[in-house]
């Protein structure tokens, strides 16, 4: 009888602590709504790029179909990326296997695109790093912004996939940075490419599931 009282009174203070903590919340905008937002603040971004550090060659390079289809698959990897992002933010809604397969699909063939950019084989190296770590740097600092407005986004929301949504929120962020620094790069060599943007993406996507977790358990007070 005492067990039993004791743990109703556990559970009156339960209920009357969490009522205490209640806090009128705005209502969670639509997907299609925050997404919008977040592209627009993205094509902002685009031409501020493209405006004041575009590469010199650029009008000549989107008359190529090889370099506007490795853009717009970077840059559909991001849009599909950021959609799952907002969704993950919504329980019920969270993507499903086949949709992140998906994901990792368009970004797979992104980066198989890469492959088909001519290989330089007279680069010095001090040359090849000197550049490689301004292009680094640079896909990583363009990133800071989508990932941090993705985070905000997403972390209104309740997720319960951590790990799923930051690594979305990561790729959505990274993807679109890797389609601003294509355009602003002056290099094609493929490996320059994949060693100075494309793995500093994966590294930022594999940080941003850590900070993910980290972030968005404290929003959903998941243990």
Same mark, same amino acid.
């Given at each position: 009888m005492e067990i039993r009282q004791a743990r109703e009174q556990e559970r009156q203070a339960l209920i009357e602590r969490l009522v205490r903590d209640l806090k009128p919340v705005r209502p969670l905008w639509p997907v299609n709504t925050r997404l919008a937002m977040w592209l627009l603040m993205n094509a902002a971004l685009l031409i501020l790029a493209v405006t004041f550090g575009a590469r010199p060659d650029l009008q000549e390079k989107i008359h190529s179909l090889r370099f506007l289809t490795e853009v717009i698959a970077f840059g559909g990897a991001g849009t599909v990326a950021a959609i799952l992002a907002l969704r993950a933010a919504i329980p019920g809604r969270e993507p499903t296997r086949g949709e992140l397969q998906f994901a990792v699909a368009i970004a797979a063939v992104a980066i198989l695109f890469v492959f088909s950019e $001519?290989?330089?084989?007279?680069? #010095?190296?001090?040359?090849? /790093?000197?550049?490689? *770590?301004?292009?680094?740097?640079?896909?990583?600092?363009?990133?800071? /912004? $989508?990932? *941090?407005?993705? *985070?905000?986004?997403?972390?209104?929301?309740? $997720?319960? #996939?951590l790990t799923t949504a930051g690594a979305l929120i990561g790729a959505a962020a990274f993807f679109f940075s890797l389609v601003i620094t294509r355009l602003g790069c002056p290099i094609d060599d493929r490996i320059h490419f994949l060693t100075w943007h494309v793995i500093p993406a994966l590294a930022g996507i594999s940080l941003s599931v850590l900070a993910g977790i980290a972030w968005l358990r404290r929003k959903t007070f998941i243990g």
């Open positions: $001519p290989m330089a084989l007279d680069v #010095r190296m001090d040359g090849f /790093i000197h550049e490689g *770590l301004r292009c680094a740097f640079c896909t990583c600092v363009v990133a800071v /912004i $989508p990932w *941090l407005a993705m *985070l905000w986004a997403v972390r209104r929301g309740a $997720p319960t #996939r």
